[in-house]
């Protein structure tokens, strides 16, 4: 397949080169310092989106809640409710800052920003539109898969931290629950790489271009494909901590799991980083299997720089935000896992079957000529 | 609702009272902070102060998270409070499970004097700003057990340092706890944080 | 399934412990109590849950009463199989109420008889779990004796 | 090849955890010692009392009539049911003959509580799963009972409805066929819960096979009621010591039976609770189509000073077995009020078959148990 024009995803030097070209007159500037100003505000960019993603997704959340549950959900605030999570946030920061006497007071205070760096690390990769990455790294998977660790830190040092027995339960659930389901994750996007033959974001959702429409998905490679996607997605449920395996924070058992001692904004940052990680996996998902930015039947490399990152970015947020709707429908109606029953579903079912899912991409790939169904049948009618 | 012990404040809920509708309240409370400003000879920069004030106090209304705490029968009045019908999801009030994330202690049913330490506790570990509603006769007088019992805490606010709004009843329908929630948001739109403290 | 009435059981307890078995109470009564000393009360439990026509497996509660004089304790037992019930009821004395427990005869008799002690103050000898239950450990008296007088305060706190 | 790890290096500390008495999944003020080696629970102790409001010592000190209003607060959730139950009982003390129709008033609003009980019952317990919208779903439908009996009595929650002889007001106008609405909507609605939630596979994988209990454990520890009958033991006060007008009445006794996993596990007295709301609803339709017209209070002296005497009266509650012994000198006041309740002995056993289990079974039993806690404290 061949690559679409090779100027779209940026690399900083060159856009502080092109800068400096065009504004003569901070021509004095070196290159490295007109390239951090960049991803600064790249990184600001990307801050202020998952801090927008996070309100918004709370309140689409409550109001999911609601619908499901024959409720209203929060309306008092702005119309229909639509600035309630400023409310919240404002709230949060001004809360006085608790840290009970017992605590573990340097990791204690770690713990929160470590899971939510480890969240929002995974969105350098994520290819939000035909140009906008933060990085395209050569190695864009491994890398999410490498940083979403973090968050496991993250939850057992607050648990281990806070010196709560609970907290600790929950913790523990959370380090194990998480370690586990990072294999099944990563195996179930690995047949993508394959398929896609680079570890590239960027690179696998331009596998899946063509004029095919949603054809040419990943999706609807082939049979196994298909599968593994349906395995990432109650893998990756299962590696956010969201019901129905949310054991590390199950409200009813533990009452609030590793964040029964957070209050104000560090539990907050916590609240940011499960909601962040829930955009990440869901936006790989998207990337790997839905064909990430494209626009079906429509090239967007071909639309000029501004309509084409325009709708592909709108193309791509709208597949993402339907798996994130998904994921919280599945928050609603299910009822929640044991410790014990998660790990066998994990290391019994999904393990195995993921290998076997991978062979099968595998062997597929060798016998086909890296060809999918649609591809063949295409072929077939000329 | 009668007059408790002398050392209650005089700040009660009282669900016959005239409540202004909730779309004026923000707009009283603008001009109020204008004049307090206007009568403070301080310069220009009071003013945000009082707008700050506004703005936080806006955010604290509005999310006002309360803990999942019920001890006796107003406790079922709570769920019912928050499910379909009533919903205090609306006025941005969700239950957590912890006191460490809630702002406001609801503190549905009898409390007895083996449990009276469990609620000073959760008192505490509650962080500021943190509010208190007493729902319900028991936890304002000791209601029905006020004669007779010997092992009932005749009111929350023996053992609490503060409660803010009380709603009477046995129990209280949820339209009195929702009247006590917004006299509550009343409450706090009248708090200063900032600046005007010792004028 | 053969349902007794309580002058039957009451003769085949009568047959069985003799003159240990005091009298039957049925004036104004519902059920109908036999009263035994407070000594027997394992025996006669054991018999009643044992024997075969009476098969009283089910205890429903056990109360302790202050008579003022003197206290009782009241066991209501009732057979799921011949659909019978009878009371028993031991009297003890006002100053040293001590009855052995039948907490060996029934399970259910552990929270009934822990209740019993922690509200009306009644030792029960033997039982596996002699604790309060319902007020706390420092708690003084037993407020549902006759004589209670209601405590100034608990911990600072006013009654 | 590495040496064989001894049994002593290999040895873990047990810990103890406090659960309650302000937790998420008590149902209200229980407290349980958790000691736990890990996740299992090796023993847990309930630890009650923390809504101990003395209602036994308040039922001597009150007139008879003034303790009805306690009654209420003894079992919110059924409050019709203890309010009944209690007025049964003096009546049975004091041999009054109530009217035909109170009778059948009272079978009508104890069915319709039984409902209204059972639906937070599995709503909660479903929410302890967490699975948190049937808890919404059974409160949704719960408020249409709670509107029938504004209509009757003007209160939610706590009732007063029942006096000594009789009701204190008969049914109003329409609500008979109010109620007969309500049964027609709610009873395709159990079908609907079943299968939202009940065969839901995470569910029962959860429920099964856990908290077992035979019926001979559950006899010889004093269950009753529903937790009883999810044991396979068809014992319903309503059919082995029939009160009232149960004995007109047409309805099974639901029982467990085994329908995933063993008998007498979490999910037998989870199903039990479903089915018994069928039944209820049963005996609701049918009590519309036969309540005889009539008075509805006996004649009982504003004074009431039963004889001397003792009486036992068991009434089947939606928790077990609601029981009052109460000891009459004929003063106006009872002399000694004591009251058996279901969820108290329910607590009895929790010690013996919570050994082994996880601490997320911890909570499935005290959901599948449905106690509430003013009945286990008084």
Redesign the interface.
Known sequence: MEPVAATVYPNYDSVGRAILEAFPIIDFLPVWLVALVIMVVVAACAIVFILVFEGVGSLVLRKLAGDIQSRVGPNRVGPYGCIQFLADGVKLILKEDLKPAACDRVLFRLAPYLAFVGSCAGLVVIPFAVGMIAADLDIGIYYVMAVSSLVSIGILLGGWASNNKWSLVGAMRGAAQIVSFEIPVAMSIIPVILVAGSLSTQEIVRSQGGLFGIFNWNLFHNPFLFFSFFVYLTAAQAETCQTPFDLPECESELVQGFMTEYSGIRFGYFFLGEFGELFVVCALATAGYLGGWHIPFLDAGNLGWFWGNLLSLGVFLTKTFTLVLVSMWLRWTLPRTRVDQLMRMCWKYLVPLTFFNLLGVSLWLLIFDGKGIPAMIAALFG | MSQGPAKRKPIKSNIFDVVPAPAEIPQNVLQKNFERVRACKGGEGIIEVGIADLFINWCRKNSLWYLYYATACCGIELMQGGASKYDFDRFGAVFRATPRQADMLMTAGTITHKMAERVQRIYAQMPEPKYVIAIGACTITGGPFYKDSYSVVKGVDLILPKVDVYVPGCPPRPEAWIEGIRNLQNLIMKTKNYGLKKA | MKTLSAQEIFEKLKGKFGDGVVSLQT?????P?AVVPPGSIQEVCRFLKEDPDLLF?????I?G??HKDKFAV?Y?VYS?EH?H?I?VKAMLPHDNPVIPTVDVV???A???ER?TYD?MGIVFEGSCDPN?????DDWEGH??RKD?I??EQ??G??? | MTEPISKEALRTDEWTINMGPHHPSTHGVLRLELTTDGEIVSKARPSLGYLHRGLEKIGERVAWAQFMPFTDRLDYLAGMNCNCAYAWAVEKLAGIEIPERAEWIRVLVCELNRISSHLVAWGSFCADMGAFTPLLYGIREREWVNDLFEMVCGQRLTYNYARIGGVSHDLPPGFLEKTKEFCDYFEPLIDEYNRLITYNKILVHRLKNIGVISARDAIEWGLSGPNLRGSGFAYDIRRAEPYSVYPKLDFNVVVGHADRGTLGDCFDRYLVRIDEMRESVKIVRQVIDRIPDGPVMAKVPRVFKPPAGECYFRAESPRGETGFYLISDGGTNAYRLKIRTGSYMAMNIFEKISKGVMISDIVALIGSFDIILPETDR
């Not at chain 3, 004036?27 to 059920?31: D, L, R, T």
């Not at chain 3, 309060?132 to 706390?136: A, D, E, F, N, S």
């Open positions: 004036e104004s009564v519902n059920p109590f497996d089910y205890l429903v509660c109360s009463v202050d009241a209501h799921t659909r019930r009371g029934w399970k259910a552990i929270y009934l209740e509200l309060r239950i319902l007020l706390p407020p549902l209670y209601y405590p608990y911990h706190i006013k009654i």
